[in-house]
């Protein structure tokens, strides 16, 4: 699965699944000085239960790796993520 990085606006950033033209998956985030501000996170049902979320997060868990920046959690999705899951402790705000 291949997500491409995408600048939508003013400090604003997100992964995104298209197929055919079509957007079938998203994430997305507000950049405010050093920390990714996780705002929203979107799957079609066409891939609901395929991990297609996680896979998501994971890639804007690379980036904010690679770039020596923090996560803060806003979305549902990433909230619940960094309860369950420790695998992401080193980029949490």
Known sequence: MDFQYKELGSDV??????QDGEKLGEITWTLLGDIMVMDH?????????????????????????????????????VV??????EEYNDVKA
């Open 41 to 77: 996170t979107y799957v079609s049902d066409r891939l609901r239960g395929q991990g297609v979320a996680k896979k998501l997060l994971d890639a804007a868990a690379s980036y904010a790796r690679e770039k020596d920046l923090k996560m803060e959690a806003v979305c549902s999705y």
């Open 13 to 18: 950033f997100a992964y995104e699944y298209v």
């Open 80 to 85: 619940a993520a960094f309860n369950k899951s």
